[in-house]
């Protein structure tokens, strides 16, 4: 379990994963990741924002254990949130909508 955390606005995002340096990589160089983040990170500069592990713990418990931060995070107002979904796992899952496909679709083109 990890944060990144904005210094200056005091945003945070929750993300998990098995391989922390993997995630960690896809966030800082390939930029593939939260949207949300990725511009804070391009608007405020990665000297501004804070990254640390919130907790170490066994895979099988991994996606509880998040689901257990995600709903603090969500208790928080949405400026304070760099996160999208509020259950863990579940960008695997998210459905966007037919207007964000066809941006996502725009793009790719």
Known sequence: MYSFICNITGARYIGS?????????QHLVTNNT???LQNAIAKYGLKNFTFSVVEFCDSQVLLQRE????DILFS???NLRYNFNPIAGSSLGYKHT???RAKIS????
């Not at 689901?67 to 995600?70: A, F, G, K, N």
């Open 98 to 100: 037919e207007e964000a």
């Open 76 to 78: 928080l107002p949405a």
């Open 106 to 109: 725009d793009a790719r083109t």
């Open 67 to 70: 689901q257990h931060y995600l």
């Open 17 to 25: 994963s098995i391989d922390i340096g993997i995630r960690l990589v």
């Open 34 to 36: 939260n949207e949300h």
